[in-house]
């Protein structure tokens, strides 16, 4: 019988990947766009052009970091609570918004902003390693590699998309930008939780898969 490529479960896993990078390059759009809008110039809020390399470097090492904790997570992280870390990226996305709705210096901010972008960047790499581990998990022999392979295209695809669709709305709600940030957050966190009970099906269908190759 002919396996059925498209199912249910991987759109769901695929888009989950895709929503992970997607809101990885927003929010690195989103820092840039803020210090042009403030600055009027590339330069990191009106400091000097190491701080923006410090950010940029800064969330490498989170995601250093996220891998790290990816592989002692394992074992411990069931395929059931990723949902949770979903939601994490979310929540991490909000204190960058709510930080712009108190009058603070311009070091404050800069500090608020990169330990929340660090903070999901970690998450965001946590994400995506158990993210690939449950497509492949899931996918019979013969369709890995053309599954990963749309895996790799729509994820990839999503990041222009998120760069496009953020460019335009921090130039329509320039000096409000916790407009944006905020209610992106919220809606990142709402899908996580939402994607709950999703999450916890694909484990009890591991467990039942490695249960039946336990009595065979």
Do not use: W
């Not at 759109?11 to 989950?16: F, H, I, M, Q, S």
């Not at 210090?35 to 330069?43: C, F, H, I, R």
């Not at 712009?100 to 070091?107: D, Y």
Request: charged share 10%; with cysteine; net charge positive.
């Amino acid at each position: 019988m002919e396996q059925k490529l498209f199912t249910k479960n991987f759109t769901l896993l695929v888009l989950g990947q895709a929503s992970s990078l997607f809101g990885n390059y927003i929010l690195r759009l989103a820092l840039s766009m803020y210090v042009l809008e403030v600055t009027g110039s590339a330069a990191v809020l009106g400091l000097d052009a190491k701080f923006y390399g410090g950010a940029e470097s800064a969330m490498a090492v989170a995601t250093i970091l996220g891998s790290i904790a990816t592989g002692l997570l394992t074992g411990k992280l069931r395929s059931g609570r990723l949902s949770y870390v979903l939601a994490a990226i979310g929540v991490c996305i909000i204190p960058a918004g709510i930080v712009f709705l108190f009058p603070s210096g311009v070091m404050t901010r800069y500090a608020v902003i990169v330990a929340a972008f660090c903070s999901m960047q970690a998450a965001i790499s946590i994400f995506s390693i158990f993210a690939v581990s449950m497509i492949q998990q899931n996918t019979p022999d013969e369709l890995i590699g053309k599954i990963m392979a749309y895996t790799s295209a729509v994820t990839l695809c999503a990041q222009p998309v998120g760069q496009m669709v953020y460019g335009f709305l921090f130039d329509r709600f320039q000096g409000i930008v916790y407009l944006v940030l905020i209610p992106s957050g919220i809606v990142v966190c709402v899908i996580g939780l939402l994607a709950t009970g999703f999450f916890r099906k694909m484990e009890e269908k591991q467990g039942g898969g490695r249960a039946a190759e336990g009595v065979g």
